[in-house]
């Protein structure tokens, strides 16, 4: 931490110790949920903000904290009616675990049944959490058993603690997680959260399992929320169907909008702000203050994205970066990160037996049979929509279904009969997109160190600062332009660079088949000549490389065979000189029908 942050850190603290003596205990009161609000818009910050799923009800997770506390320390009557408290500090306990467990739970559920199949998207998990949230209420409501009804649970806060005491129980609560938080998304794990957010696919195609990514980071923040739940009900000694209600929800989610998404501060912020400014202006105006939250989201949404606080805090960031320049990360290169093919050079690394794919009736791959072999530069050539790309799909990812084989034999790694996406990526499948696909907020030291790792879990508190890759990834890197540029975010790169980066991050992965698609698109000639003399450095040292070009006297120069996909079907499959002067290929690349 650099000075002007600890002085800042300290300065906090201080206000945050003196300040109860300064107001009465209303005020102490006040703030105390204010620092659990800030908790929970952390812990959405988390969810939303970094990782990228939208919690639109993430009250629900607050509520069940609460009602569980409320449940464990009072007996109902056959109405719903409070007829007795347990203030033992052991009821409490438990409900405050039994709140947790059932939370994290749930939200296991909902987060793997919204997002684990192909076919459901963030959209599923806005529906279904909004569902949940507005179903939880009529459920609470209509279950008096349950929770009260409609007056909910009440008198059962824990006795002996003072307001003073319970503000700074919440403070050093919400210290711990603002600091447990930071940690967490400077880490390398900080960074795969991002990466998953920016784009999934490219994550997945790294080694990455996206989808129990989001799974687990949604599960945590539920589980804080919960936690944080408990401790309100707690102090306040209620519990009802506020807790758990759509108004909560869109309040968090104002929180961290205004505070400024991912930046964790921001959040903390506008929701103690938020939450002081809805208790004193609720109290005179309760019509109105709901109206103005919701106002001030969409106007939040669509004219500051960023939200209010956070664009502060990262150019407070900036400042302090030029005083005290930050520690960047360096990439070096490291003979052990060298990616290491298949010894037996001239074996198949891919079997691929009359594969069939399409598209609803659209057959694109139309009975393809091919080898990929360990130590050779295999070009596929075609014309637009002879289903190159469709054929790199269909390797890549067995869970799209196609009939036809695909075997992978790969030493040392065992694949199911479908296996997915990542799990043929941490195998030793590199693919680069046609489309330059990176991580927009992750530097490029950054997309190279998750690169390198290949699917490994990263540290959720360790911060590598030097990023070790192979020989042959600093020389994309000096080719492609992309020399001291290591801290340059990959959003702000050119077409040209991100281009340059995918390959980069393709081959840091250490693959042993790679299959690149248009990799010189956007390239100079120059930097065409560069990367050709890469891939034979990489097909040298026994990889199986897969080359999807246009170029035809750049497939000619670099490749050992050339493979032409024409309507889904393999029409050739040879050295390039004789593909070249085939005159199948010649007509299929002038439109001309093939038989
Ligand atoms: N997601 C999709 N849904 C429907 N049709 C698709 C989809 N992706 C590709 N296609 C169609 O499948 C056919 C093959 O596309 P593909 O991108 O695999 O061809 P390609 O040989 O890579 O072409 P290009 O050289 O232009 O990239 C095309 O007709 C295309 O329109």
Known sequence: MSRPVVVATAAAAVVVLVAPYLTGTYYQQLLAQAFLYAIVAVSLDFVWGYAGVPDLGHALWFGIGALSVGHATTVLSDVGLVEEVHGSFGRYALGTVAGVVIATALAAIVARLCLSSRRTNDFYIVVVTLALATAAVTVYD??????????????????NVTPLGWYYITAALLAVTVAVALVVVRSDFGLLMRAVRDNAPRARYLGYNDVNVKIGVFTAGAAVTALAGAVFAMMTGVANDGQ???????SMLVWVAVGGRA?????????IVMSLAGAKLNEHFPAQWT?????????????????????LVRLAGRLLARRYPPRGRTVTAAAAA????DSGGGRPVIRIRDLVFGYGSLRVLDGVTLDVVAGELLCVVGPNGAGKSTLTSVITDRRLRAQGEVEYLLQGHRLGARPAAHEIARAGVGRKFQIPSVFASLTVAEALLLAGRRGAPPSPWRRSTSVEVAPAVVDIVRIAGLDGRADTLSSDLSHGLRQGLEVAMTVAARPRVIILDEPTAGLTAHERHDIGRVLEHLRDIGIAVVLIEH????????????????????????PPETVRGSEVVRSAYLGTAVR
């Open 142 to 159: 209509q279950t008096p058993a349950l929770g009260g009804g409609e007056n909910g649970l009440f008198g059962f806060n824990l006795q």
């Open 244 to 250: 758990f209600s759509f108004t909560l929800a869109t």
């Open 263 to 271: 930046t964790i501060v921001g959040p903390m912020v506008g929701a």
């Open 291 to 311: 109206i103005i939250e919701g106002a001030l989201l969409i106007a939040v949404v669509v004219f500051v994205p960023g939200g209010l606080i956070g664009p």
């Open 338 to 341: 060298r990616p290491t093919g």
């Open 551 to 574: 170029d035809l006297d750049f497939v000619v120069r670099v490749s050992d065979r050339v493979v032409v996909l024409h309507g889904g079907r393999v029409i050739e499959d040879g």
